[in-house]
């Protein structure tokens, strides 16, 4: 039988030991400078492509050239830049393109960010990709060549699915739960109340509590609709029972469409994008697809009281519509992707609505083993100095998501801190501005397999089955015709599962890459009672609030922790193991998350939410809820210049329409009356870039 932590690690896996980090220092005061780094090829090297960044001073060359026109990218045979054309002219097949689609909606920003200067070069494979990059790194034009790397994982195996015949085992079991979804029994995670303990053993390793405090959270909020969470990962299954009601709808956008219908430069994109086939159908049904999408997307927002299988974190409660999953696809079957795709996904998050970015991947710990592993970045520098078009990717999604008139001002993004059981977290994982997750046991131990210590800022349930190695913790899993299949494990993570992967649609996974997503789902449930209560907060004031609110976990680490290491490859004979839990005092974040702590901190934090000031075009006009910025079912309205705007209330929407370029001052009153200002000029976008 398979180790669980072997094939549904991400986290390590995404990028496999040997991947090495690769780029072009540039220096850039003569043509003919000397390019002196050049850093050793390795296999995961995409031949034949480039990622370029050009100096600032040719961006109106490029703009002529057409290659920053909005919509779907059109690669091009010419820069326009004489000097690079010519070196390019040279090989085979030349073509260049943007890295990021030019969004009117959001163009100005990324001109800010200069994310517009970064472009995709491509030629014959069969030129040397060293020797094109050196080249081009020679130019004054070029500020930087970086080479774009394959992610990889360490394998394709599924996760361990929950049978039919099991399932109707758990039906017959009962136990009063807050949701009447079928296996909430099953979820330690969420609900630890110790019963999955069994008397007969003498250690219980299921601590009532130690979970991630989300039964009392829900009696505050369940989820809000308006809370985007973007999955980067594989597709996750939008057609599941329970993932389906969750998806993030595009209302601008039709189904598997080639015309891009809303204009931000990807075609179809429904409930997301899928940057490796580069189109807008989500898949997941490979024979070499592990479910990962769909499991996470199950614990941050699988509907809850729906009467089937899961509960989650923030899924909503029956009728009530929880927080919203975007599905943005940067690994398919066998196929991984690249940079460029994780770029692009991170930058479409953004600009379409999303503010937490769940990411369960990332680099090899600097400080792993290297007899198991091959360590890569150890300090902030060495990440930075190889990753600069992914940290601009992470910067502009920091930046730029949320809004300073909405719930958040920045996005969160949270990475998953590795799987290498090393004394630090992985990249990008441990950079400052993100959250970087350590897993948990259902008895707040640190799981056998979770990096820890530096750069590590928050705990969260991660399953670990090879601490759970006794029969007793153990039931039989079962196949369709009764046959035995192996060992399922409880004190892992139960989840959905596309139904070609588990006939139930559910199963178990384990690792940092399943305690990343508890941490997602319980930010947006924050963010969610942020909505509800109006309560406006910026990107770092609630991250503060998500580590001060976390429960303390350094009492459980002390003595030994016992373990069978591959308990289910080796089964009985696996040889008994052991580590001291004192090495991770201190080192495990803030404390595990604590869904109802960060809650009631919500109440008395942040700032009143007000209503914003508003952008619309000559002939053009802007709806708006007025009832997300403040209390009341009753509303009026009352615009000071007519000649300028005018503004209606109309089945609970305020409409505004631009009659001629200016502004006017306005009012609106609810529960109270809030002034603002409506602008209207020709070319507003409809978020109001002009």
Not at 318 to 333: D, N, T, Y
Not at 430 to 454: E, I, Q, R, W
């Amino acid at each position: 039988m398979m180790n669980i932590r072997k094939y549904i690690f991400f986290t390590t896996a995404v990028l496999a030991a040997g991947l090495a980090a690769c780029s072009v220092e540039v220096q850039k005061v003569t043509t003919d400078a000397v390019v002196s780094d050049v850093p050793e090829l390795t296999a995961d090297v995409v031949e034949g492509q480039l990622l370029v960044r050009f100096d600032a001073g040719v961006s109106e060359v490029l703009d002529k050239a057409g290659l920053t026109k909005s919509g779907p990218l059109m690669p091009m045979d010419r820069s326009g830049i004489l000097s690079v054309d010519e070196i390019l002219d040279l090989v085979d097949g030349y073509r260049i393109e943007r890295v990021f689609p030019a969004d009117s909606r959001s163009e100005a920003k990324a001109r800010e960010e200069g994310l517009h200067l970064w472009y995709v070069v491509s030629f014959d494979e069969k030129h040397p990709v060293e020797k094109v990059a050196a080249d081009l790194a020679r130019l004054g034009e070029v500020s930087r060549v970086e080479f774009n790397r394959t992610l990889k994982r360490a394998s394709h195996k599924p996760a361990v699915p929950l049978t039919a015949v099991q399932l109707a085992d758990a039906m017959t079991r009962s136990a009063q739960q807050k949701f009447n979804d079928s296996y909430l029994r099953y979820q330690w995670n969420l609900i630890n109340d110790g019963s999955l303990n069994n008397d007969e053993l003498t250690q219980k390793k299921f601590i009532p509590g130690a979970d991630v405090q989300v039964e009392k959270a829900w009696e505050l909020t369940t989820g809000d609709p308006s809370i985007i969470v973007a999955v980067l990962d594989e597709g996750v299954d939008v057609d599941h029972e329970d993932l389906q009601a969750s998806m993030w709808v595009n209302e601008g956008e039709i189904w598997a469409s080639h015309e891009d219908n809303d204009g931000n430069g990807y075609e179809g994109d429904v409930h997301g994008y899928n940057f490796v086939a580069k189109n807008g159908v989500i898949s997941c049904e490979s024979i070499y697809d592990t479910g990962h999408g769909s499991h996470v997307a199950g614990v941050i927002a699988a509907a809850n009281n729906n009467g089937k299988g899961i509960s989650s974190i923030a899924g909503g409660n029956a009728s009530v519509p929880g927080v919203r999953i975007m599905s943005c696809q940067i690994f398919s079957g066998a196929y991984a992707g690249t940079v460029l795709e994780e770029v692009r996904a991170i930058k479409y998050a953004a600009d379409n609505g999303a503010v937490v970015l769940q990411c369960s991947w990332g680099y090899i710990s600097g400080a792993a083993n290297p007899y198991e592993w091959t360590p890569q970045y150890s300090t902030d520098e060495e990440w930075l100095q190889y990753n600069v078009l992914e940290k601009k990717a992470l910067d502009y999604f920091v930046h730029n998501a949320g809004s300073p008139d909405g719930v958040i001002d920045g996005g969160i993004v949270v990475f998953a801190g590795g799987n290498e059981a090393a004394p630090a977290a992985s990249y990008p994982a441990a950079y400052k501005d993100y959250v970087s997750v350590a897993a948990t046991a259902g008895d707040f131990t640190p799981a056998v397999y979770t990096n820890y210590g530096p750069g590590t800022t928050i705990s969260a349930p991660g399953g670990d089955q090879d601490y759970y190695y006794e029969e007793k913790y153990r039931y039989p899993a079962f196949t369709e015709d009764g046959g035995q299949l192996g060992y399922g494990d409880i004190g892992c993570i139960l989840s959905a599962l596309p139904k070609h992967l588990s006939p139930s649609g559910y199963g178990y996974m384990e690792g940092t890459s399943m305690a990343c997503p508890h941490v997602s789902g319980v930010v947006a449930l924050g963010l969610s009672y942020a909505a509800k209560l109006r309560r406006h907060f910026t990107a770092d004031e609630f991250k503060s609030l998500l580590y001060e609110t976390a429960t303390p976990v350094d009492e459980y680490m002390d003595g030994t922790k016992l373990y069978k290491k591959y308990v289910i490859d080796l089964e009985e004979s696996s040889p008994l193991m052991s580590f001291s839990k004192n090495e991770y005092k201190g080192k495990m974040g803030h404390g595990q998350v604590n869904a109802y702590a960060l809650l009631k901190a919500i109440e008395g934090a942040g700032t009143e939410m007000t209503f914003p000031n508003l952008f619309v075009a000559v002939d053009g006009q802007k709806t708006v809820d007025p009832s997300v910025y403040m209390a009341g079912t009753s509303f009026t309205v009352d615009v000071e210049d007519t000649s300028v705007a005018t503004a209606q209330m109309i089945g609970g929407e305020l409409v505004v329409k631009g009659l001629k370029e200016g502004q006017t001052e306005a009012s609106i009153t609810g529960s109270r009356t809030d002034k603002f200002v409506i602008t209207v000029r020709n070319g507003a976008a409809g978020n109001g870039w002009l």
